[in-house]
C-alpha cells in the first residue's frame, strides 16, 4: 500500500529533544517483538550488503530467520540513479529497506574527493528515500555518520548537539550529506507518516574491513602499516598527526546487532547513536596495535599532517533506554580478531 498523504499534525514537527514518540520510551525486554517473529514474513533490502558492515548485517538477518534478503549490486543497480532505484524497488519488494551503501574513506581520501563524497551519498540516499515511500515500504533505515557531529561537539556526543556547528573539514561533505538524510528522513515521517529511522554509528572496526592503503580507517591502515614494517625489520613507522586526538570504536558485530534491534524495536524520529561508549586516544591506539602486532620499532608523529576532529566520544544512552542496545566486545579481544583476520587474508595474498 501507498502511504497515506495527509498531513500529520503540526505540533509533531520539528522533532524535540526528550518528547516520547510512538510510546518508545524505555520499554522493557517483555514489550520488545520476538526478533525471529519480526523477520519472519520480511523481505529486507540491505543496500551495501556486500561491504564490510553490511556484510555482517546480511548474516544477522539470515540467522534471525528473515523471509528474504535481497543485496543489490552496484553493477546491476547504481543507486545514484532514479530509473535504478526504482527498478531495485520494483524487483525486490521490500518490506523494510536498511540503507548502507555509502562512499567512505579516511581522512586522506575525504580531502582529495570531497564532491564524490557529498554527491555520491546524497544521491543516493534522498532518491532511496523519496521511491521507498512511493513504493510503500513499510519501514526505512538510514545509517549516518558521527562525521556528522560538529567538530567541537561537546563529549559524550549527545545527539540533541547535532546541529550545533559545522562538521570537521576534512569530512565534512560526507557528514552534510548524511545529515541532508535525515531531515528528509523526518520531513517525509511529518507529512506522510513514512517509518524512516536514523542510525549513527561510531567508527567501525573488525574482521573484513577495508585495508586498502589508500581508502581504509584509522585500525586497519595502522594494522597494516606495522605488520608490514614488522615483516621488513623496519625501525620506525611514521602516523598522521600529533596522535592527541580521540576516537571511539565499535566492534562490526556489535553494530550489525544494534542496527537489527533498531529496526525491530524503534520507531521514531530522533536520531540515535550506536557506539561503545569508549574513547582512546590516536597515540595510546597506536601504541596499542603495535604491541598485538609485534612491531617493536618507533612511532614517528607527524604533524604536518591533519589530526581531524579532536575529540570523538558517543552518549550511548538513547541507544540502550529506545531498543536495548549495549555494545559486547571488548576492544582488545576485537582487535585481537581483527589482527588475527587480516594475518590470515595477508598471508593468503602474498
Given at each position: 500500500?501507498?502511504?497515506?498523504?495527509?498531513?500529520?499534525?503540526?505540533?509533531?514537527?520539528?522533532?524535540?529533544?526528550?518528547?516520547?514518540?510512538?510510546?518508545?520510551?524505555?520499554?522493557?525486554?517483555?514489550?520488545?517483538?520476538?526478533?525471529?517473529?519480526?523477520?519472519?514474513?520480511?523481505?529486507?533490502?540491505?543496500?551495501?550488503?556486500?561491504?564490510?558492515?553490511?556484510?555482517?548485517?546480511?548474516?544477522?538477518?539470515?540467522?534471525?530467520?528473515?523471509?528474504?534478503?535481497?543485496?543489490?549490486?552496484?553493477?546491476?543497480?547504481?543507486?545514484?540513479?532514479?530509473?535504478?532505484?526504482?527498478?531495485?524497488?520494483?524487483?525486490?519488494?521490500?518490506?523494510?529497506?536498511?540503507?548502507?551503501?555509502?562512499?567512505?574513506?579516511?581522512?586522506?581520501?575525504?580531502?582529495?574527493?570531497?564532491?564524490?563524497?557529498?554527491?555520491?551519498?546524497?544521491?543516493?540516499?534522498?532518491?532511496?528515500?523519496?521511491?521507498?515511500?512511493?513504493?510503500?515500504?513499510?519501514?526505512?533505515?538510514?545509517?549516518?555518520?558521527?562525521?556528522?557531529?560538529?567538530?567541537?561537539?561537546?563529549?559524550?556526543?549527545?545527539?540533541?548537539?547535532?546541529?550545533?556547528?559545522?562538521?570537521?573539514?576534512?569530512?565534512?561533505?560526507?557528514g552534510v550529506a548524511k545529515k541532508a538524510l535525515l531531515v528528509q528522513g523526518q520531513s517525509y515521517r511529518a507529512q506522510y507518516g513514512f517509518n524512516s529511522i536514523f542510525l549513527l554509528p561510531v567508527n567501525l572496526y573488525g574482521p573484513g574491513d577495508n585495508f586498502d592503503p589508500?581508502?581504509?580507517?584509522?585500525?586497519?591502515?595502522?594494522?597494516?602499516?606495522?605488520?608490514?614494517?614488522?615483516?621488513?625489520?623496519?625501525?620506525?613507522?611514521?602516523?598522521?598527526?600529533?596522535?592527541?586526538?580521540?576516537?571511539?570504536?565499535?566492534?562490526?558485530?556489535?553494530?550489525?546487532?544494534?542496527?537489527?534491534?533498531?529496526?525491530?524495536?524503534?520507531?521514531?524520529?530522533?536520531?540515535?547513536?550506536?557506539?561503545?561508549?569508549?574513547?582512546?586516544?590516536?597515540?595510546?591506539?597506536?601504541?596499542?596495535?603495535?604491541?598485538?602486532?609485534?612491531?617493536?620499532?618507533?612511532?614517528?608523529?607527524?604533524?604536518?599532517?591533519?589530526?581531524?576532529?579532536?575529540?570523538?566520544?558517543?552518549?550511548?544512552?538513547?541507544?540502550?533506554?529506545?531498543?536495548?542496545?549495549?555494545?559486547?566486545?571488548?576492544?582488545?579481544?576485537?582487535?585481537?580478531?581483527?589482527?588475527?583476520?587480516?594475518?590470515?587474508?595477508?598471508?593468503?595474498?602474498?
Amino acid at each position: 500500500m501507498i502511504y497515506d498523504q495527509a498531513r500529520v499534525s503540526s505540533d509533531a514537527w520539528p522533532p524535540r529533544a526528550g518528547v516520547k514518540e510512538d510510546g518508545m520510551d524505555e520499554q522493557r525486554g517483555a514489550e520488545w517483538p520476538d526478533s525471529r517473529a519480526f523477520w519472519a514474513d520480511k523481505r529486507v533490502v540491505v543496500t551495501g550488503g556486500s561491504g564490510f558492515l553490511g556484510s555482517y548485517v546480511v548474516a544477522a538477518l539470515r540467522g534471525r530467520g528473515a523471509r528474504e534478503v535481497v543485496v543489490p549490486r552496484s553493477a546491476r543497480y547504481d543507486l545514484r540513479q532514479g530509473e535504478a532505484v526504482r527498478q531495485l524497488l520494483s524487483d525486490a519488494r521490500p518490506d523494510l529497506v536498511i540503507h548502507m551503501a555509502a562512499r567512505v574513506g579516511g581522512i586522506g581520501a575525504n580531502r582529495e574527493h570531497p564532491a564524490d563524497f557529498f554527491y555520491d551519498n546524497l544521491m543516493m540516499g534522498a532518491q532511496l528515500i523519496h521511491e521507498s515511500w512511493r513504493a510503500g515500504v513499510g519501514k526505512f533505515v538510514t545509517m549516518g555518520t558521527v562525521c556528522a557531529y560538529p567538530k567541537h561537539t561537546p563529549v559524550p556526543f549527545r545527539e540533541d548537539d547535532l546541529w550545533n556547528g559545522y562538521p570537521e573539514e576534512t569530512n565534512a561533505p560526507y557528514g552534510v550529506a548524511k545529515k541532508a538524510l535525515l531531515v528528509q528522513g523526518q520531513s517525509y515521517r511529518a507529512q506522510y507518516g513514512f517509518n524512516s529511522i536514523f542510525l549513527l554509528p561510531v567508527n567501525l572496526y573488525g574482521p573484513g574491513d577495508n585495508f586498502d592503503p589508500q581508502s581504509s580507517h584509522v585500525i586497519p591502515a595502522l594494522i597494516r602499516k606495522c605488520q608490514e614494517a614488522k615483516e621488513r625489520g623496519d625501525t620506525a613507522i611514521e602516523a598522521w598527526g600529533d596522535g592527541s586526538p580521540t576516537r571511539e570504536f565499535l566492534y562490526v558485530a556489535d553494530a550489525a546487532e544494534g542496527i537489527l534491534l533498531a529496526a525491530e524495536r524503534y520507531d521514531g524520529p530522533l536520531p540515535v547513536n550506536i557506539g561503545s561508549g569508549s574513547e582512546i586516544s590516536i597515540r595510546d591506539l597506536t601504541e596499542q596495535i603495535a604491541r598485538l602486532v609485534g612491531f617493536e620499532g618507533e612511532i614517528r608523529w607527524d604533524p604536518s599532517k591533519p589530526n581531524g576532529q579532536p575529540r570523538r566520544k558517543l552518549d550511548t544512552s538513547r541507544a540502550r533506554a529506545l531498543f536495548g542496545f549495549e555494545s559486547r566486545t571488548p576492544f582488545e579481544e576485537g582487535l585481537r580478531h581483527t589482527i588475527a583476520w587480516y594475518r590470515e587474508h595477508h598471508l593468503a595474498a602474498v
